[in-house]
């Protein structure tokens, strides 16, 4: 078996760069290879409509798989890449067999980052990943009324928020002092927090979990280190994710948290890129920091990008990064990267629950926090792009974020 271009990872980052190939009149061979048995689906549904069952598993996938035979794209499917040869060119799978290639994409994702604490093995604990982690969930969800989800991230709020919407006691324990903090400023933090409230979700911060525990090997509750206990049948723990690199690294790329790549999506292993969750790149938005993005987003622009350089028409990857959430009515956009501002101001009435958390850095503006307000997300994008020096109070009063780009 031998193929021009085969992509580990049939995942957003996977399908995207195969689509983008083909778009690009790419004619030699593709080949996908994933190690879940389905073909391409989309993830962000995991913990929103797919989860609350207000989306059946066919209307979140990538593409129907008719299109995949249409535009000649081989899928390799239940099938786990092992190792990397980049001197004889070949992947190996699980089973063992060899597959040949000319050029290489690693789009293998992120597994979640597993809490090793005793009792985090009994049944009822899950994470949130994968279609299989899912659908487990769903099934035995009649039999459960308290659930803790460990972890105040995006992933775990979103779980949350459809978990009171149908009718279950939910606990969130975080870590540190407020939710969202890797991702969000303080603001938009203590804005979740008192959603998640007033609809009924307890929020404990600063909380250091000690083990769960459980009876007939299925957990009943967790114990933090203070010896408070909660009680809950299903445990969702999300605290981020490692990055699926192992084969590669293990081959020579370089890299550590992520495989190293430059602004083309190629790692240092010849005609070999990596794209979406696994990438290490320096990024424009974070001060040319090496930095991992964990975004349909990137998944999409990267898969662009090293189908571009495979087509022998090379851009550079430069997309601003954006991400959303939805909780409850709430509907999050973020544009930017938030980390490192000097400065916010915030647009709009938190309390009307449409608002923009506005960061900046050096009087321009480096991110977007936007609630309900997807004006000013289109509209800041561009005056980050802009890199134009705005003052607190023009962003504060401007009607329209437009205007100050005048
Ligand atoms: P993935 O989509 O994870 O695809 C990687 C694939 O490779 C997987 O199928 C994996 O099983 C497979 N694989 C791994 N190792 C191997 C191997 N050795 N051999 C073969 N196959 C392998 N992003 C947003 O922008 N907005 C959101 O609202 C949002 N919500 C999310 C909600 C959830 C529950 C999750 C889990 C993620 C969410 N994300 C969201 C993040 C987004 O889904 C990821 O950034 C995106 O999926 C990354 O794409 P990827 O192709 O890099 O990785």
């Not at 975080?174 to 938009?188: C, H, N, Q």
Request: aromatic residues 8%.
């Amino acid at each position: 078996m031998n193929y021009d271009v085969v992509i580990v990872g049939a995942g957003h980052a996977g399908a995207q760069a195969a689509i983008s190939l083909r778009q690009q009149k790419f004619e030699g061979s593709i080949a996908i290879i994933g190690d879940e048995p389905e073909f391409p689906y989309e993830r962000p549904p995991l913990s929103k409509e797919y989860f609350a069952g207000e989306k059946p598993f066919e209307r979140i996938m990538i593409r129907p798989e008719i299109f995949w035979q249409e535009r000649d794209v081989v899928m390799l499917l239940s099938t786990r890449i092992v190792s990397v040869n980049p001197q004889n060119r070949t992947v190996r799978t699980n089973s063992g067999s060899e597959i040949g290639y000319s050029n290489l994409i690693w789009a293998a994702g992120a597994s979640p980052r597993k809490l090793s604490l005793p009792g985090f093995t009994l049944e009822g604990i899950h994470y949130l990943r994968n279609r299989s982690d899912v659908d487990p969930m769903i099934e035995n969800m009649d039999a459960v009324q308290d659930i803790i989800v460990v972890g105040g991230g995006y992933i775990g709020l979103e779980a949350a928020a459809v978990l009171r919407k149908i009718g279950k006691k939910v606990t969130v324990l975080e870590a540190l002092d407020r939710v969202l903090a890797r991702v969000a400023g303080e603001p938009l933090s203590r804005f979740y927090e008192s959603e998640h409230r007033s609809q009924g979700v307890k929020i404990l911060l600063g909380q250091n979990i000690l083990e769960a525990f459980g009876e007939d090997k299925h957990v009943t509750g967790v114990r933090l280190l203070d010896g408070h206990e909660e009680p809950a049948q299903m445990v969702i723990v999300g605290i981020g994710v490692e990055p699926a690199v192992q084969p590669l690294i293990d081959a020579g790329a370089e890299g550590s948290n992520g495989v190293y790549v430059d602004e083309y999506c190629r790692t240092s292993l010849v005609d070999t890129y990596a794209i979406g969750d696994c990438a290490a790149h320096s990024n424009a938005y974070a001060g040319n920091e090496e930095i991992r993005l964990e975004s349909v987003q990137n998944a999409n622009d990267q898969a662009k990008t090293a189908a571009s350089a495979i087509c022998g028409n090379p851009l550079p990857y430069d997309a601003v990064p954006w991400f959303w959430s939805n909780q409850y009515d709430l509907k999050l956009q973020t544009v930017g990267l938030f980390a490192k501002h000097d400065d916010f101001v915030i647009r709009g009435e938190m309390s009307a629950r449409s608002f923009s958390v506005v960061y900046m850095r050096e009087g321009r503006v480096t991110a977007l926090d936007c609630v309900n307000s997807v004006r000013d997300c289109v509209q800041g994008k561009a005056l980050i792009e802009s890199r134009k020096i705005v003052s607190r109070d023009q962003l504060k009063s401007a009607s329209a974020l437009k205007d100050l780009l005048k």
